[in-house]
Nanobody, 123 residues
Framework: EVQLVESGGGLVQAGGSLRLSCVAS????????IGWFRQAPGKEREGVSC??????????DSVKGRFTISSDAASNTRHTVYLQMNSLKPEDTAVYYC??????????????WGQGTQVTVSS
C-alpha cells in the first residue's frame, strides 16, 4: 500500500526557510517519482518539484533557485523526501502535499497524495 506522510510545515516570515519531509512507503523509487505539490486558498493544486530514482530533480520556475528536493532511502520501499525551502515569499503560502507520480514533471500523473502540511509565510 502506498503511503505518504508529510511534516515540517509552519509559520515563517518572508525571507525565512522551512524544510518539509515526506515519508514514502509501500513502493520503490523506481516505480514512482515523488513530487511536492501545493494548493493555496482559492487556487488549484500545482506541482512544485519532483524527483525519481533514475531522473534528476525537476523544479517549477516559481521555485527554482529557492527550493531544493532531496531524498534519503531507508530501504527499497521506504524513503524520506525533503523539500528545503529558502527565501520564502508570501505567495508560497499553501498546503503542501507530497505525492507519488508516474512521471516526474507531469503533474497529471499523480496517483496518491499525503494529507498535507500547512506553510504560511508572513510579510
Amino acid at each position: 500500500e502506498v503511503q505518504l506522510v508529510e511534516s515540517g510545515g509552519g509559520l515563517v516570515q518572508a525571507g525565512g526557510s522551512l524544510r518539509l519531509s515526506c515519508v514514502a512507503s509501500g513502493f520503490g523509487f523506481d516505480d514512482y517519482a515523488i513530487g511536492w505539490f501545493r494548493q493555496a486558498p482559492g487556487k488549484e493544486r500545482e506541482g512544485v518539484s519532483c524527483m525519481s530514482g533514475s531522473d534528476s530533480a525537476y523544479y517549477e520556475d516559481s521555485v527554482k533557485g529557492r527550493f531544493t528536493i532531496s531524498s534519503d532511502a531507508a530501504s527499497n520501499t521506504r524513503h524520506t523526501v525533503y523539500l528545503q525551502m529558502n527565501s520564502l515569499k508570501p505567495e508560497d503560502t499553501a498546503v503542501y502535499y507530497c505525492g507519488a507520480l508516474s512521471v516526474c514533471g507531469l503533474w497529471s500523473t499523480g496517483v496518491s497524495w499525503g494529507q498535507g502540511t500547512q506553510v504560511t509565510v508572513s510579510s
